[in-house]
């Protein structure tokens, strides 16, 4: 079994920064793309960045985000801690939303990649 466990979220003044994590653990061989998504009130569950394995690097490679958050926040990853990180700075009360996590887990070569999500974050962004 694969979890993802999110930390980070909080309360903060418009303008503000807040830093999420989303860590990977239990029966993983490998892990490709790692995403952030978030849902509002009243919404639908939006992409907000993802960021693919990078092959034999340690941090990532390519990165993509939605039109909304660029410039404001960047998406990163540990790939020897099975970490996906999201930076938020300039947050604004649009910003919101409960913030989940999630990856697309191989747990044993060979076998079917699988996409496993986070229990999500509350972030939210005073006026």
């Known amino acids: 079994q694969v979890q993802l466990v999110e930390s980070g979220g909080g309360l903060v003044q418009a303008g503000g920064s807040l830093r999420l994590s989303c860590a990977a653990s239990?029966?993983?061989?490998?892990?490709?793309?790692m995403g952030w998504y978030r849902q509002a009130p009243g919404k639908q569950r939006e992409l907000v960045a993802i960021i693919t394995s990078g092959g034999n690097t340690n941090s990532g490679g390519n990165t993509n985000y939605a039109d909304s958050v660029k410039g404001r926040f960047t998406v990163s990853r540990d790939n020897a801690k099975n970490t996906v990180y999201l930076q938020m700075n300039s947050l604004k009360p649009e910003d919101t939303a409960v913030y989940y996590c999630n990856a697309r887990v191989t747990v044993v070569a060979g076998s079917i990649e699988r996409l496993y999500w986070g229990q999500g974050t509350q972030v939210t962004v005073s006026s």
């Open positions: 239990g029966r993983i061989f490998s892990i490709n793309a």
